[in-house]
């Protein structure tokens, strides 16, 4: 019996873990336009053009304010229908930033988003916090469509 109990205090636990996500939305603020989701527990992924500057991969969690220095780089690790997808990002503010600086890291983001839509969930997880958590890919496919185009 104390076997039974323990398991199912386990799997609420680990359904916890797993907060469901908000389908993928876009807006447009000022000129500035962005796509992203965010779960229950306040962590969310967004992508963004700004009205000038580079386009940016931003991963939020309310966890990475007391993890994570400002101005540090991490591996953000994406896992997707498609595979795997790792890119260096530094973190500022509870957040960890991916700044689309240059031709291969656009490439990069692109095809990530690609990946994204075509997935029906996906995985975020930095390995050195052992943090992850899962996203809904609902709505990414039109969200995400043309996004950088503006950029």
């Known amino acids: ?4 109990l323990a398991a199912s205090a386990l799997v609420a636990a680990a ?10 939305d876009r807006a ?3 000129g500035a336009i962005y796509a992203g989701t965010i779960d ?8 963004f053009c700004p009205v000038t500057g580079n386009a940016m991969l931003v991963v939020q969690s309310p966890q990475f304010r007391v993890s994570m220095p400002d101005d540090h780089k991490y591996t953000l690790t994406f896992v997707t229908a498609a595979g795997r ?3 260096v990002a530094t973190s500022k503010d509870a957040e960890l930033n ?4 240059d031709l291969n890291a656009k490439i990069t983001l692109q095809r990530l ?6 997935s029906k ?23 995400l469509t043309g996004l950088l185009d503006r950029c």
């Open 28 to 30: 447009e603020q000022g």
């Open 121 to 143: 969930n996906f995985t975020v997880a930095v390995s050195p916090f052992g943090w992850k958590s899962e996203f809904t890919a609902e709505g990414a496919a039109q969200a």
């Open 98 to 101: 991916y700044e689309v600086a």
């Open 85 to 87: 997808t790792d890119l």
């Open 113 to 118: 988003m690609q990946d994204i839509g075509n």
């Open 1 to 4: 019996m104390k076997w039974i």
């Open 40 to 47: 229950d527990w306040k962590q969310s992924v967004e992508i």
């Open 15 to 24: 359904s916890a873990a797993w907060a469901d996500s908000k389908p993928w």
